[in-house]
């Protein structure tokens, strides 16, 4: 699901991948035998840079690791060291690497892929973001390198312009993790390091869609040397990130998700008239994402269910677990036979939305009308939802010319808006029965949500849910815009 190849990187076609012999194969399960030496000359860093980062992230100053340098190997020299003993000098590694593992994703398998990747890696290039954070990373890890590297360090130069990085997580980990990297695209600190994926959460559909499989086996220990080596070898495709602006009358998102941060300014596009009055106070979000965004009663059974894992985790003992946890969660909701007008917490979205879309290679805005059965909104960048489903589907050249729409990449700078109605015709959807209900290709998305009968509406971006306050009196209206920069993401295909 990429477009052509352009500015010299090998853009791949991304697949979707849902079976068992699928993931095996997006981890690296194909009988080939790694070895266990090579692939540590291939990922570690020299020891005196390991520490160098480790001293700068400890101390969150970028400048602390000079003294490693100083005492270390010198300008240049490295030192191989993959039991943390001196050994003999070497150059820096082919594929320089750092890994992430949120240990709470999915069936919270996280703390045994730690231990093992440790055992292979070293303690200091494998991170709990429990402990260290993707932007301490970035400002202090690879701040680090660039320290070395400006005082006649090769080595640290070498290793900051070939590092990759793994992220073992769910699509919001991933999303995290890239969201930070994407600030050296704004500082201008470039190359940004491309990011792999091990997949642990419960969707995974980034994974899916660049070839790392729907779930890691973990009964294969081969399986993690295997992934890790195809990370050093696999080649690099574009991804588009959308960026969600949100202005609402002056209060506070109870609980937000960690991508949607609160900002003191909002510049919504004002090309677009505003109908009624402006309240006098309003607070401000901003957040990025990458898979989709959703409004309505998906987005309110995935909040219910996140509180529900976190309250009892025992239940999520894995993907299979997790789907029919979620599935039987969705049905208590009043999702799938309620009618849409019995209450006001189940009515169709239409009754407090407006949706106005900027299309491609256009510059004004559209009202597009929202179908009075639709009670969930999705604006998808991937091919991939809900766990490797198609929802889109894949549409006939002629069927794309009638409506206006073109083929769907994740990097054409386009999200795909669908409506899915009642349970009953998400569950049809979901099987890929029938396609979800197209509404619009958009470049750019204008939301505006008025209250009245609703005190809240439930929202989602990647997977992670928030509630919505609403107001009566004065709409809240949410922005969707294209990030001008693209993520780097290694293909395991």
Known sequence: MQSPSKGGENQTRIAARSSMIDSLRGCGLSGMRIDKEEL????????????????????KDPNAGQS?????????????????????????????????????????????????????????????????????????????????????DSGAKECRERMRVMVAGGDGTVGWVLGCLGTLHKQGQEPVPPVGIVPLGTGNDLSRSFGWGGSFPFAWKSAIKRSLYRATTGPTCRLDSWQLMLSMPEGEVVEPPHSLKLTEECALDEGLEIEGALPEKTTSYEGV?????????????????????????????????????????????????????????????????????????????????????????????????????????????????????????????LLEIFGLKQGWHASFVMVELISAKHIAQAAAIRLEIRGGEWKNAYMQMDGEPWKQPLNKDFSTFLEIKRVPFQSLMISGD
């Open 68 to 152: 490693r340098l100083a005492n270390g190997a010198g300008a240049g020299a490295s030192i191989s060291a993959g039991d943390g003993e001196e050994g003999e000098e070497t150059g820096p590694p082919e594929s320089p690497m750092v890994v992430f593992i949120n240990c709470k994703s999915g069936g919270r398998h996280g703390p045994m892929l730690k231990e093992r990747l440790q055992q292979l890696m070293g303690e200091e290039q494998v991170f709990d973001l429990a402990d260290v954070k993707p932007h301490e990373f970035v400002l202090y890890g690879l701040g680090c390198l660039e320290v070395l590297a400006r005082l006649g």
């Open 289 to 413: 994402f990458y898979n989709y965004f959703s409004i309505g009663m998906d987005a309110q059974v995935a909040y219910g269910f996140h509180h529900l894992r976190n309250e009892k985790p025992y239940l999520a003992q894995g993907p299979i677990t997790n789907k029919l946890l979620y599935s039987g969660y969705s049905c208590t909701q009043g999702w799938f036979f309620t009618p849409c007008t019995s209450v006001p917490s189940l009515r169709g979205l239409k009754n407090i939305l407006r949706i106005h879309v900027k299309k491609v290679n256009c510059s004004e805005w559209e009202q597009i009308p929202v179908p009075s059965s639709v009670r969930a909104i999705v604006a998808l960048n991937l091919h991939n939802y809900g766990s490797g489903r198609h929802p889109w589907g894949n549409l006939k050249p002629e069927y794309l010319e009638k409506r206006g729409f073109v083929e769907a990449h994740a990097d054409d700078g």
């Open 40 to 59: 540590k000359r291939k990922l570690l860093m020299p020891r005196y840079l390991r520490l160098a980062m480790r001293d700068s992230i400890r101390f």
